[in-house]
């Protein structure tokens, strides 16, 4: 038995430290890599019947990724047109809700972070109670404010700056809008937590020897949130880019995300291996984009989660 | 109780990676002793005691309480009670239910509990506090109800981890001679680990000084006081004064060594050593300030020192001269004050004497840094 | 101005802004869940009504899906914090070497996409399935386990993280003390570790279970037979949504801000109690505690007061309350309006004739007279014209009603007609 082992097991105990290590290998492995080992396994073979599967037919290939590409065989066009501009339009508008997201959160966290009173239990209150609703009803409420007989619209059209309802959902508004809305709260805490230890003599410091606010801010606070800022945007993008409640609820019919495509793959084409195709894609793309962020911004993985 | 249980590490190495921070290791400890490891922060006392309450595998040899081997048994099954350095009460239970911990763990009901917590609060001076919290409670009486604690699970050999490092000063030597009393009380085997040498002397019936890993000498307080047989030991034990030298001569048990500042000085070779120290070797002598005395100024012998006194102060009970030493160290001399006069010496020379019996000759080794 | 003000007020409306965003959607919602039309908005206000609740209550799979998402939330619980909490005691033993890679592992699924993990459970237990040989209907391809392993596969991830934060303030040589102390392994677990761990366990388990409560991303992909709360939901918004969804949405958003307040007040208590433990001496303990009472210096006990006294009235009120007559009016109005508009038709219709006519030489003038008296029906809005405008809407109705009004059956009950007669 190998020296860490034989340390693990007589700090806990056999059978404490056989659960432990049990529940912690079922979850590492029959959890998390197995599983994702085993989509990415599927995503290269062809999609067969049941009985097929295993069989002779039942070999490696990249037929999956060349749809992406391609499209279907003998299909009219060069590219598939389609699927390549969703999955491209569903990346940058991750990236823009992430941004959108950075900005309209930064001040809070930095206002929460800072200031100290009774008030900002109550504003911490205010901001997790929508958290514990769901998502779906969050969209919904969305739709309710974004329809056509909406707030908005009945403002807009009541007010005469429309004189017809603006549709908000086929112009995507409400998604984008929607999507901001439903990663605030993982946007807001990682930086809070980070700005709420930064010492506010450094600030102060900083104000005396003359720097204007935003320089404060600049060579100051955010070189010293950048952990909490990486960490939320990186959840922010991952979720905005894997999201599928808020492109269904809110997203126009005509327009569709990339989490969308792969749904039909799997529920209305019954086509498994070209949907784990499709998720691999859009998992390693995200984790690229993430990982390139990361290293141009100088953070490390231990940062995430904070 | 009778003679209790005894404790014995034999051969002991403990290492964490490739340090080692328990060399080879014997001691053998008596049942109903109160046996101290005296040594400074670092040296391995800790790891040690983690040892023999079974926290820790040894590398190699092996720990015997009571004449058994101890390898493979949990702390859990040991005969011991350790008493940690932090003190580890369980901070969400009651006084009373932490004393009686282990008497829960046995399935005893909540009345005999009780009852065996209301005896034990009243051996530790402590009667009807047993419904606080251990974070209600001051330092002093943590620790004794750590020790309630420990005693409760009626051990053979209680170990006792720096335990009284957090007190004051005053609290401190209180509980010294209040733990000395439970000691003899109970009788059971008390292993201590201390780096003050004050409590080690006052408590301990055999103590083991250790310097980085090596346990350097093992004896009763007199012995390691009156004849170390480590530079350490002498250093570190004690105020010490130190002339470093060659060894010129060896007579019996006594030598001359030609010391780099004083000439040469005669002195008695300690007990480990004899039989050892050879002519020529590199070799320390010590003597304690209050074995120097005043001698008529410019007498000459082997057991007479000349300096120049840098500065002197009064301390109540002695007077105390310090004079240039070796090695940048200061000489330092206490005089009794028996309500004689006494003199200012200060940038003087003056002559000290001492009995040769009292100057000890040991190997040149480190020094305990002060 | 000077520009500190500046900065302030600009604090103050971006808050307000943020906050809008925040919670407006939400009040929006739950306004439109007493809102009478069959499709939830806010404007116009109609009626008063209470129905979409009876609608809600009467819905055979929002009631099937809550069991759902309850027996999939406990499994998940249970599932998702022991995981959580063997993990986080991992990491704070585990080789230093191996703690980076063995962190970045175990948070990975927080970043993996939801509808990623439902793929790859779903693919991955099918196939171990077919390996096992198992049919279809086996327990490793039953909706309830692979949605519970799908959810636990990144809530343990939540818990793992609030644990962990919990246990870096333990101190490791209490176990060893219970240890020494006798106890098995196991004992030192239960009677140390875990009264320790509680709270962040109780907080890890509430996260888990809302988590699992609200997933759908993961859960859409593995549901089967076991459609939780949030599929219903999303089925249901995706074709078509009713104000009963208002009523559900309105019944979560109370009960959250309910367990919040309730979570806020307990904490604020325990800080009371701290601070005046720390003041008393133990005799006047008992006393001192119970004397600063329950709400004193504690806005959210009675902001929870306030809640529940509000939720008694709107019960009380709905049971009392009757919005058919408000109902009733309205669809009088909308009757009527869409009557006008049909006069208005008609007359025009008639005009056009009448030029016809005129033009013709002069025939049927007999149905002039009729459009002018109807051109008063610009006032039907005023309350008071309902009596007057009576007899003509009474035989007006039945005979030009018919394909407009269709939406609007229950004009025609009892109740209706007798408002129109009083
Ligand atoms: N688990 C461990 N891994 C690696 N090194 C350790 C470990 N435990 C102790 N050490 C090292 O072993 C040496 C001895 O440690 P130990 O705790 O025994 O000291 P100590 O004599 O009790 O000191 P103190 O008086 O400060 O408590 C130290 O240098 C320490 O860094
Ligand atoms: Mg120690």
């Known amino acids: 038995m ?181 990663y605030i709260l993982l946007m807001i805490f990682p930086i809070y937590n980070v700005i709420e230890s930064l010492d506010h003599n450094q600030i102060e410091a900083a104000r005396d020897l003359g720097a204007p606010w935003w320089r404060i801010h600049w060579r100051v606070v955010i070189p010293y949130a950048k952990p909490g800022i990486s960490s939320g945007c990186t959840m922010v993008f991952m979720l905005s880019a894997g999201a599928l409640a808020a492109p269904q609820i809110l997203g126009g019919p005509s327009s569709l995300w990339f989490t969308q495509l792969i749904y039909q793959q799997f529920n209305d084409n019954s086509d498994w291996p070209q949907g784990a195709a499709y998720a691999i894609v859009l998992l390693v793309t995200c984790i690229l984009l993430v990982l390139a962020v990361m290293r141009l911004f100088k953070v490390n993985m231990g940062d995430i989660g904070k | 109780m009778s003679a209790g249980v005894g404790v014995d590490l034999e051969n002991l190495w403990i290492r ?180 003050d040498q004050g409590e080690a002397l006052t408590m301990s019936d055999d103590i083991a000084v250790m310097r980085a890993g090596v346990i350097d000498q093992i004896g009763d307080g007199k012995t390691i006081y009156n004849d170390p047989s480590t530079a350490f030991a002498a250093s570190f034990v004690g105020e010490n004064n130190v002339f470093r030298g060659k060894v010129s001569k060896i007579i019996g048990n006594e030598a001359l060594i030609s010391t780099n500042r004083s000439g040469e000085l005669h002195a008695r070779i300690s007990t480990a050593n004899q039989g050892k120290l050879q002519v020529g070797d590199d070799a320390m002598m010590f003597i304690r300030p209050e074995a120097l005395s005043l001698a008529p100024t410019g007498t000459q012998g082997d057991h007479y020192v000349t300096a120049q006194v840098n500065h002197e102060e009064f301390e109540g009970n002695t007077y105390n001269i310090f004079t240039e030493g070796d090695g940048g160290k200061e000489i330092k001399i206490s005089i009794p004050n028996l309500g004689q006069s006494f003199d200012d010496h200060t940038g003087q020379p003056i002559t000290l004497e001492y009995d040769v019996s009292n100057a000890v000759v040991v190997p040149a080794g480190e020094l305990a840094s002060e | 101005m000077n520009p500190d003000k500046i900065i302030r007020y600009s604090i103050w409306i971006y808050l307000a802004i943020f906050f809008a965003y925040l919670l407006g959607p939400l009040i929006i919602m739950s306004a439109t869940a007493f809102n009478s039309p069959g499709f939830p908005r806010m404007t116009p206000w109609e009626c008063l009504t209470f129905d979409w609740f009876g609608a809600l209550f009467r819905d055979e799979r929002i009631l099937n899906g809550i069991w759902n998402s309850v027996l999939v939330g406990i499994g998940t619980v249970i599932m998702s914090v022991s995981m959580g909490l063997a993990g986080a005691l991992m990491l704070t033993q585990i080789w230093p070497k191996l703690r980076a890679t063995y962190y970045t592992i175990i948070i990975a699924p927080i970043l993996i996409p939801g509808v990623v993990l439902g793929i790859s459970t779903l693919v991955f237990w099918d196939r171990i399935n077919r390996m096992l040989g198992l049919g279809a209907d086996s327990f490793l391809s039953n909706g309830l386990f692979l949605t519970i392993i799908g959810q636990s596969t990144f809530i343990a991830s ?132 119970e004397v600063p009472g329950f709400l004193s210096r504690n806005p959210a006990a009675i902001a929870l007061i306030v809640l529940l006294i509000g939720t008694a009235t709107v019960v009380g009120s709905a049971m009392a309350y009757s919005p058919d007559q408000c109902i009733a009016g309205v669809q009088e109005q909308k009757r009527l309006e869409t009557e006008r508009r049909i006069q208005e038709l008609r007359d025009q219709r008639a005009k056009d004739a009448a030029e016809k006519s005129q033009q013709e030489g002069g025939a049927e003038t007999q149905s002039t007279p009729k459009p002018s008296n109807n051109s008063g029906f610009g006032s039907v809005f005023a309350p008071g014209t309902l009596e007057g405008s009576d007899s003509d809407a009474g035989d007006a109705a039945p005979t030009d009603s018919g394909g407009n009004n269709s939406g609007f059956g229950n004009v025609f009950d009892p109740n209706a007609l007798q408002n129109d007669d009083n």
């Open chain 2, 16 to 195: 964490f990676g490739d340090f080692v921070a328990v060399r080879d290791a014997n001691v053998n400890i008596k049942g109903g002793d109160f046996f101290s490891f005296l040594g400074p922060s670092g040296c391995g006392k800790t790891t040690i005691l983690r040892a023999v309450s079974g926290f820790l595998d040894p590398s190699e040899g092996n720990v015997l309480i009571g004449g058994n081997n101890m390898q493979g048994i949990g702390p859990n099954k040991r005969p011991t009670a350790l008493i940690f350095q932090n003190l580890a009460l369980f901070p969400l239970m009651k006084v009373w239910e932490n004393i009686t911990f282990s008497m829960e763990i046995q399935g005893a009901s909540a009345r005999e509990r009780r009852k065996r917590a209301d005896e034990l609060l009243d051996m530790i001076a402590l009667p009807g506090q047993g419904d606080k919290l251990p974070s209600e409670l001051s330092g002093g009486q943590k620790q004794r109800v750590a020790i309630a604690r420990a005693l409760c699970a009626e051990p053979d050999v209680l170990l006792l981890d720096e335990p009284l490092s957090a007190l004051d000063l005053k609290l401190r030597q209180h509980m010294r001679t209040e733990l000395r009393e439970i000691q003899q009380r109970v009788g059971i085997t008390f292993i201590y680990i201390t780096h």
């Open chain 1, 2 to 182: 190998p020296g860490f082992l034989k340390e693990f097991f007589n700090r806990n105990g056999t059978l404490m430290g056989s659960i432990m290590l049990g529940l912690v290998l079922f979850w590492v492995i029959g959890l998390i890599i197995l599983p994702q080992l085993s989509m990415l396994d599927f995503s290269f073979r062809p999609n067969l019947p049941p009985p097929e599967i295993g069989g002779p037919k039942d070999v490696y290939t990249l037929e999956n990724y060349k749809y992406l590409i391609y499209g279907p065989e003998g299909g009219s066009q060069d590219y598939n047109a389609v699927d390549l501009a969703v999955f491209y339009r569903t990346l940058v508008a991750a990236v823009l809700v992430t941004l959108f997201n950075l900005a309209f959160c930064y001040p809070i966290a930095y206002y929460l972070g800072q200031t100290k009173g009774n008030h900002i239990r109550i504003f911490a209150l205010m901001l997790i109670i929508p958290y514990w609703i769901n998502e779906i009803l969050r969209a919904f409420a969305l739709r309710i404010i974004f329809g056509e007989t909406g707030v908005f619209n009945t403002l807009l059209v009541g007010s005469g700056i429309f004189d017809t309802p603006f549709d908000f959902i086929r112009n995507d508004v409400a998604l984008y809008a929607g999507l901001g809305y439903a």
């Open chain 3, 158 to 289: 939540y818990c793992m993280l609030v644990l962990v934060a919990r246990l870096q303030r333990y101190d490791m040589t209490l176990t060893e003390a219970a240890l020494d102390l006798g106890a098995t392994h196991a004992q030192a677990f239960r009677k140390v570790l875990m009264p320790f761990m509680f709270p962040a366990i109780a907080s890890a388990g509430v996260l888990a279970f809302l988590a699992s409560f609200e997933n759908y991303n993961t859960t859409t992909f593995t549901f089967g037979e076991y459609p939780t709360l949030t599929i219903e939901l999303a089925q249901k918004v995706r074709y078509g949504i009713t104000p009963a969804i208002s009523a559900l949405a309105f019944m979560i958003v109370a009960l959250t801000v309910f367990f919040a307040l309730v979570n806020e007040a307990n904490i604020k208590r325990k800080a009371l109690i701290a601070e005046a433990r720390k003041d008393a001496t133990v005799g006047e303990l008992a006393g001192k505690v």
